[in-house]
């Protein structure tokens, strides 16, 4: 990589967490595109160059972590039920994190229907789930009758849900904890019938 290019992904990673700080700080409505833009001291133009609009820095401060959360799943010992429950606990922790502004406005934004960053981030985890489902297959340890997408479907609906409730509720529900039986009860019962 060039120091042209180097300076570029410095550049726009300055623009994330400058658009991450006020957000969270202010609120997405609050904050403007010229907010950004001298919050992370660069010119306005600077901005358009990564991103078309306010609405496509939430959906990569939403998204940035996540395909280290899937390595470390995917390297974790373990069953298939403590992989599929590290990317899903990681996820969570990282969207508690992230902050319940950014979480509701993330939610906001997804259901628009010219918005495609919703619709990305969900056939995302769904790809995640039953890549990780197909490896257990793969490897032995799952029936090859397992039906990966009707579990992909029903753990990434629960996932979403748990996620919209929090967004909802203002922060009045525990999240992760939600999740964590979530996973201790019905994602590890689901899997029983299918683990060889």
């Not at 400058?18 to 919050?39: H, P, Q, S, W, Y």
């Not at 406005?105 to 769904?126: A, H, M, N, R, S």
């Not at 790809?127 to 090859?144: F, R, T, V, W």
């Amino acid at each position: 990589m060039g120091k042209r290019q180097i300076a570029a992904m410095q550049t726009r990673l300055k623009v994330i967490a400058a658009a991450k700080r006020l957000i969270e700080k202010n609120g997405f409505k609050n904050v403007t595109i010229d907010d950004i833009t001298k919050e992370a001291k660069v010119a306005k133009g600077t901005f358009y160059t990564y991103f078309k609009r306010k609405e496509d820095v939430v959906s990569e401060i939403a998204k940035s972590n996540y395909n280290e959360i899937y390595k470390r799943s995917v390297e974790l010992d373990g069953d298939i039920g403590d992989r599929i429950t590290s990317f899903l606990i990681g996820s969570m922790e990282y969207i508690e994190q992230t902050g319940l502004k950014i979480c509701q406005q993330w939610i906001k934004t997804v259901v628009e229907p010219e918005d495609q960053g919703g619709k990305e981030k969900l056939l995302y985890d769904y790809n995640i789930i039953s890549d990780l489902l197909n490896q257990a297959i793969d490897a032995g340890e799952l029936s090859k009758e397992t039906p990966v997408k009707q579990l992909s479907d029903a753990i990434v609906s629960q996932y979403y849900g748990i996620v919209l409730t929090w967004g909802i509720l203002n922060g009045a529900s525990a999240p992760v904890e939600l999740l964590k039986k979530y996973c201790q009860g019905q994602l590890r019962d689901s899997l029983s019938h299918y683990q060889i």
